[in-house]
């Protein structure tokens, strides 16, 4: 695809210092969240736009995630932590304004969307979804009829962990949250059951679901004692992914547990597959978007924020508010 021929591309992709927000043309400033200190709130403010490199593009941006990783390496309580002043953000998507004398199509950390999928779905794509393939096919490798266990479900990779386990994998999903309201949302997008967490053991619900046989593969983002009861939980060559620790605790893993009932333990870091595998992580996102074009998979946006209430965005998610992806509008 030739740039020159196309009046605006929409592109969607992962945040990276090689891809400029907009500058309408290079000639104005744009407005950029910025941290300036941790643990302290974001300044809005106008920026200066650089030029735009041989191999760059400029980018109008339209939609960009708010992740809880953001918030973490905005408190430098994450494993990159870039320096100061920085604009947190990991995916975005927006309409190609200006591209570099060298570049002729899109690649690496840029995609282009395909008609049928909307600027505001490719947004909640990169991080969730990836995350969630690659746990559950790649890692986990879940088949057709097996029964997963998602904590956290009700979170943007939560209900991106049932949207694929549900209408891409075929398979059956118990759904962990905690609150009724999370719950009701988490089967209204495809879970089979609910457990609220915070009305009781987990095990015990979870057994009263499934029988002592316990579940194929549990999906766990909050950590600490969660871990571990979705770890009692699993049946016979059951697979726990470790995706987060949104309960501030990461958990010892009790081997004898997967000696007896021969469990695989393992992580997922799925931006690790920008620089250790990158075909991998294509491929999965390619995936993502094809699912979401053929109508496959749904992505739910919970709420969407304008730029300048960023700081209401990170809070909203902190306090357990947030339902799906959380998305920020700079338009
Ligand atoms: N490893 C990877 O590649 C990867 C990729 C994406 C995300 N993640 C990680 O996965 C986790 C979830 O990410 P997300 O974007 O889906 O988050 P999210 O949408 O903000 O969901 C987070 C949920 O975690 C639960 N939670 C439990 N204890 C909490 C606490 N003390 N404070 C705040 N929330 C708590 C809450 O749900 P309940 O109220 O239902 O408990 C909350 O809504 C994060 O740790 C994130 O860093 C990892």
Known sequence: MCFSCVASLKIFGYCCNRVLPTGQGGGRDYRAALCTELKQPLTVEEVAPSPVGPREVRVDVHFCGVNFADILVCRGQYQERPHLPFTPGMEFSGTVLETGTDVSTVKEMLWQIPEKVSLREAAALPISYTTAILALEHRARTQPGETVLVTAAAGATGLAVIDVATNILQAKVIAVAGSDEKCKLAMQRGAQFCVNYNQGSLKEAVRKLVGS?????????????????????????????????????????????LLLKNISAMGIASGQYRDKNFPVLSKTLSSALQYCQQGCIQPHVGTLFKLEEVNDAFLHVMQRKSMGKVLLSPK
């Open 213 to 257: 046989g316990g579940v194929n593969v549990a999906i766990d983002m909050v950590g600490g004692d969660v871990f571990l009861e979705a770890l009692r939980s699993l049946a016979w060559e059951g697979r726990i992914v470790v995706v987060g620790f949104t309960g501030g605790n990461i958990a010892s893993v009790p081997a004898n547990l």
